[in-house]
């Protein structure tokens, strides 16, 4: 799975930190999502979801061999 | 044989009850990592003292409460909960990630105890070194579930500053 989490905050102008406490979560958590190190769990996605007022689809999407 | 179905209705009761007021993540809160690492630090230099004067072995009166049983209970008890203190309590933030390292690093630890455990039972023949698999049995899941946890935590704090 990959997504567009890293752009989505450049657009918004948020750092990881403060994205981070938006969704109750680490820092960490939002780093390794944006390497695609880490799958977020349904309620994350739809977490980051709401805070760029986008469809979760938009922000994460599968990859080929997903 | 009713007795014995009622005494498992109980049980399952009980059971149930149970279940239903155990929250789904139950975690001690964070000050008690600290806490759990004084009473683990206590216990050594208890058991060094132990070592050095030779009490196990000075003491002649038996029964539950005798002095080195309660010597061995009082260290034992100290090493094992603050062990399980340490291993069980909250993290700063404590998110799904977390929670996942936590979940696998437990996992590796229950691999690695039982593996000491397998090995243990086919290596030791003499009878009375179960006593010390036993002893054994009570720190390893523990502490290799800490060690690893930790490990991981620094894994991933580590990969944050040389990417950001």
Same mark, same amino acid.
């Given at each position: 799975m990959k997504n567009t989490l890293r752009?989505?905050? +450049?657009? /918004?102008?948020?750092?990881? +930190?403060?994205? +981070? $406490?938006?969704?109750?979560?680490?820092?960490?958590?939002?780093?390794?999502?944006?390497?695609? /190190?880490?799958?977020?769990?349904?309620?994350?996605a739809l977490k980051i979801a709401r805070?760029? /007022?986008?469809?979760?689809?938009?922000?994460?999407?599968?990859?080929? $061999?997903? | 044989?009713?007795?014995?179905? *009622?005494?498992?209705?109980?049980?399952?009761?009980?059971?149930?009850?149970?279940?239903?007021?155990?929250?789904p993540q139950f975690l001690f809160p964070?000050?008690?990592?600290?806490?759990?690492?004084?009473?683990?630090?206590?216990?050594?230099?208890?058991?060094?003292?132990?070592?050095?004067? *030779?009490?196990?072995?000075?003491?002649?009166?038996?029964?539950?409460? !005798?002095?080195?049983?309660?010597?061995?209970?009082?260290?034992?008890?100290?090493?094992?909960?603050?062990?399980?203190?340490?291993?069980?309590?909250?993290?700063?933030?404590?998110?799904? #990630?977390?929670? #996942?390292?936590?979940?696998? !690093?437990?996992?590796?630890?229950?691999?690695?105890?039982?593996?000491?455990?397998?090995?243990?039972?086919?290596?030791? %023949?003499?009878?009375? *070194?179960? %006593?010390?698999?036993?002893?054994?049995?009570?720190?390893?899941?523990?502490?290799?579930?800490?060690?690893?946890?930790?490990?991981?935590?620094?894994?991933?704090?580590?990969?944050?500053?040389?990417? *950001?």
């Open positions: 752009i989505e905050r +450049a657009i /918004k102008n948020l750092t990881q +930190a403060e994205l +981070a $406490g938006l969704i109750d979560v680490s820092r960490q958590t939002i780093n390794t999502i944006e390497s695609n /190190k880490y799958v977020p769990s349904t309620v994350l805070v760029f /007022k986008k469809p979760v689809e938009e922000i994460f999407m599968l990859e080929e $061999g997903d | 044989m009713s007795k014995i179905l *009622d005494f498992c209705k109980l049980c399952f009761t009980f059971g149930q009850l149970l279940l239903t007021i155990m929250k964070s000050w008690c990592r600290w806490l759990g690492l004084a009473l683990f630090l206590v216990h050594l230099p208890v058991i060094l003292i132990c070592k050095s004067y *030779d009490i196990h072995h000075s003491s002649t009166d038996t029964g539950l409460f !005798s002095s080195s049983h309660l010597f061995f209970i009082l260290t034992v008890v100290l090493m094992v909960s603050g062990l399980f203190v340490i291993a069980f309590s909250r993290e700063k933030i404590e998110d799904e #990630q977390i929670y #996942q390292l936590r979940l696998s !690093s437990l996992r590796w630890a229950i691999y690695i105890n039982y593996a000491v455990l397998i090995l243990g039972l086919i290596l030791i %023949k003499n009878n009375a *070194d179960y %006593k010390d698999i036993l002893r054994l049995n009570l720190w390893v899941p523990l502490m290799f579930f800490i060690l690893l946890f930790r490990y991981k935590i620094f894994r991933l704090n580590r990969s944050l500053s040389t990417e *950001d």
